[in-house]
């Protein structure tokens, strides 16, 4: 894809306004509140405003991070992709697998808190049984407006006017509260410090307070869908880091002036954290008074409250189905994980698991132990963004930055950011902290990662065969199982054992799929996989080669065959051939087997120069015309379909082409 002129001059085109661009952005992460508030209070007390400001200070420094990572790259993932760029694969899938637990968390705290907001409508709400209940259609909804494509691209507007209404009901919560329980003497009555809250309280609330900027990741995912200048990105990143945590700390003064901290059994509490730890904006409101606001104010908090905690679940498995997306074309999970709806190409599968573990988590109702797992996640993947973006400003110096995090320091030719130092060292400080204070979060988040790392590890290692490190990525065509415009029943695939069999091989399982579609009760299509090995003249072709060219054979069709056997009733079948020369032996498998058509790589030319006469390229020859490919377009008993590696700029699109007469065509994104 060829680089757009606005992006060339530094400048991501404009498409909304900044407003409606700060709303959209706004509605990824200003939903939180409705849960966070009451987990927060619950250890913070009194200093819950102070702590949300101290956490809302490192939220703008890590908006500052995503702003600058997320205009360099405008590719989904967040702190994964800023990974991937600035480390390796592996350091990548660590951040990648703790953001898949973060959206699991969100969705499960936005199913947990909507039955509870909805206790003014009927008290029923409030039953753990129903609250199981509500939570389930919570999450299926959301599953099943993301497989059918609902959510997504070309719906900021939609996710702007919800963002509005919970940014107005938030302001309103807080200008009501000015007048009708504006007494701030409470916010200090019971504060004994490092005592009531201790330390270890403060610490604890504070990597906790986390949680109300979850959803940072969701709207870095907005970076490859907006278009916006430079200087309204500078607009928008300040905006919302000053805006959104100044309303939460005033949420959370107005929630402890309506909901004091009292002597408790056990020493100071607020009933934020007990007994409206589910519903605590709810809980806020309802301390109004006279009464008929407070009832007033509670209907308000329901019919916004639920809509917006409905559509953060739903945005949330939004952002599950495009990062397991992103990690399977990363080959980072298996691509039967990341395979794409045929007609609305969503990650169907993905979804649904993690629809179901959404669901497990919802089942024990305990919003702290989520709090806990989601800061354990968070921090780790916050830490590893800022890192990120430090490193690429040193093995990246001269990279486009449409915007850039300001006040930097000299470090040899680059010039460091010291926003992104100060944030790298406070969350890794919270990382810490969540792995010696929050026992249970410490536990299944570390168990959550060994899992991941452990399925990566044997995935890369002995199914893929390929580098932990290293990037092998391959495009949407190896997920998606759409209908090309040409079929065949019977196709012939050489392979051989490079990083375009995948690609080759999804190409022919898509024509032999296209087909079986078409043709229906007439059995199942067929790919025969190839290998041919060249056998020089001085040996016999039955004669005994190297053990490690068999293996290299056998393991090149082993992993082309778990491509092919993707496609439903496509059948595959493997076989090793020896030739005297590679594109002989692939024309003689082709004419035995009767296929109907060759599907095979380009092949790069031999570097030999001085013409097809010595041996080099011939003048008239294109450039990904190699001597197997040459033979095989001039021999073949069949059609012949050529596919070349794409440029950085174009991918070449694969015609069918008659004998002797293949067609390359490049296909320009813009």
């Known amino acids: 894809m060829k680089v757009p002129n606005a992006a060339r001059k530094g400048k991501l085109r404009r498409g909304l306004g900044v407003p409606w661009l700060f709303a959209a952005a706004y509605s990824a992460v200003g939903f939180s509140i409705y849960f966070a508030l009451g987990v927060v209070a619950e250890r913070g007390l009194g200093l819950t405003p102070l702590i949300f400001l101290v956490a809302g200070l490192l939220f703008g420094l890590t908006t500052l991070s995503y702003v600058e990572g997320s205009a360099m790259f405008r590719e989904r993932g967040g702190s994964s992709a800023f990974a991937r760029h600035a480390f390796n694969e592996l350091v990548a899938f660590i951040a990648g697998w703790a953001i898949l637990l973060d959206y ?137 880091a000053i805006a959104v945590p100044l309303v939460y700390a005033g949420m959370a003064a107005i929630a402890l002036m309506a909901v004091p901290v009292v002597a408790g059994p056990h020493g100071p509490e607020t009933a934020l954290g007990g007994q409206y730890i589910q519903d605590p904006v709810l809980g806020v409101v309802s301390a109004f008074h006279p009464h008929w606001l407070a009832e007033l104010m509670r209907w308000v908090v329901a019919l916004v409250a639920a809509p917006v905690l409905f559509w953060a679940a739903t945005t949330s498995m939004l952002g599950v189905s495009r990062h397991t997306y992103t990690l399977a074309i990363n080959r980072q999970i298996p691509s039967w994980l990341g395979k794409l709806e045929r007609k609305r190409a969503t990650p169907y599968v993905a979804i649904s698991i993690c629809g179901l573990i959404a669901l497990g988590l919802v089942i024990p109702t305990n919003i702290k132990v989520l709090a806990g797992l989601y800061a354990f996640g968070a921090t780790l993947a916050i830490t590893i963004a800022h890192l990120s973006i430090i490193r690429l400003r040193i093995t990246m110096p001269d990279k486009l930055r449409p915007f850039r995090i300001p006040w930097g320091m000299a470090w040899g030719p680059a010039e460091l950011p010291i926003p992104a130092l100060i944030a790298a060292v406070a969350s890794g400080l919270a990382f810490l902290s969540v792995l010696a204070f929050h026992s249970t979060a410490r536990w299944v988040g570390i168990g959550w990662m060994a899992f991941g790392l452990t399925f990566y590890v044997i995935y890369r290692k002995y199914v893929e065969g390929t580098s932990l490190t290293k990037r092998v990525q391959v495009g949407e065509a190896a997920l998606t199982k759409q209908i090309p415009t040409v079929e065949f029943s019977n196709l012939l695939v050489p392979v051989f054992g490079t990083k375009l069999d995948d690609d080759i091989v999804a190409t022919a399982g898509r024509l032999a799929a296209a087909e079986q579609e078409e043709g229906g009760d007439e059995g199942e299509s067929h790919l025969e996989l190839v290998y041919v090995i060249e056998v020089p003249l001085s040996l016999p072709l039955d004669a005994e080669l190297p053990p490690e060219r068999e293996a290299q054979a056998r393991r090149a069709l082993d992993r082309a065959r778990e491509v092919g056997e993707e496609y439903e009733d496509v059948e595959v079948s493997t076989e090793v051939i020896r030739a005297r020369k590679t594109g002989a032996g692939i024309v003689e498998a082709a004419r035995r087997a009767n296929s109907e058509a060759i599907v095979i790589g380009a092949e790069p030319p031999t570097k030999i120069r001085g013409g097809g006469r010595f041996g080099g390229i011939g003048a008239g020859k294109p450039a990904e015309i190699g001597a197997a490919t040459e033979y095989v377009l001039k021999k073949a008993p069949c059609r012949v379909l050529l596919t070349a590696p794409p440029e950085p700029e174009s991918a070449a699109v694969i015609q069918p082409a008659g004998r002797g007469a293949p067609v390359l065509e490049d296909d320009d994104d813009d």
């Open 104 to 240: 699991l968390i969100v969705i499960a705290l936005a199913a947990i808190s909507l039955p509870h907001y909805l206790v003014p409508i009927w008290a029923g709400f409030d039953d753990k049984g129903t609250e199981i209940l509500v939570a389930a259609v919570v999450i299926v909804g959301a599953c099943l407006l993301n497989i059918m494509n609902v959510t997504g691209r070309g719906r900021q507007r939609s996710l702007a006017f919800i963002a509005l209404a919970d940014l107005a009901l938030q302001l309103a919560v807080i200008g009501v509260g000015i007048f009708v329980v504006m007494h701030p003497d409470r916010l200090t009555e019971g504060i004994h410090l490092f005592s009531h809250p201790n330390l270890r309280d403060i610490i604890y609330a504070a990597v906790v307070a986390m949680l109300a900027y979850a959803g940072i990741e969701a709207a870095s995912d907005l970076a490859p869908d907006i278009e916006v200048s430079r200087r309204d990105l500078k607009r928008i990143a300040s905006l919302g």
